[in-house]
């Protein structure tokens, strides 16, 4: 699905259009974010509900204006239908690739839009830039 980006990922501010896929039709725990500009720019994205429990956070009202999202919690699904995807960056090895919980991107369903969030370090302690995969997966590491 296409989605107009009313808020851009940083450093891609030129984007304006991007398309989400899932990476395997069986998987919603990773998803792809691929650039509509045909410039090759694509991330892995991964769902952080199924991952952390405590992955919560208000969305900043000028966010939730840009990408008309109604409700008053940053969970509320009873009035529209988004999605919340952190981006990955991937290492070799898998196990050392890390998650930014601290810039979340949220997708507005019903009228395909999406925005990248940055929240305040300060407010939210127990969310890092750059969280290592392997504290939430076990890659069944031998000894």
């Known amino acids: 699905m296409e989605f107009v980006v009313k808020s851009p990922i940083l450093g ?22 691929v650039s509509c500009e045909n410039d090759g720019v694509s991330f892995t994205l991964v769902n952080p509900y199924a991952i952390r ?6 969305i900043p009202t000028p966010v939730k204006v840009l990408l008309d999202l109604k409700g008053t ?4 699904t009873a009035q529209v239908q ?3 995807l952190n981006i990955v960056r991937v290492n070799e090895p898998i196990e050392q690739s890390t998650v930014n919980f601290l810039a979340p991107i949220i997708f507005n369903f019903e009228n395909q ?10 407010k ?10 392997s504290k939430f997966f076990d890659f069944g590491n031998k000894s």
């Open 53 to 58: 429990a405590d992955y919560v956070f208000d």
């Open 12 to 33: 891609f501010e030129y984007i304006q259009k991007m398309k989400l896929e899932r990476i395997d039709k069986d998987d919603d725990v990773f998803m792809r974010l």
């Open 113 to 122: 839009t999406m925005a990248q969030v940055v929240l305040e370090s300060f």
């Open 124 to 133: 939210y302690e127990n969310f890092g830039l750059s969280e290592p995969i």
């Open 82 to 84: 988004f999605a919340v």
């Open 73 to 76: 919690s940053s969970i509320d």
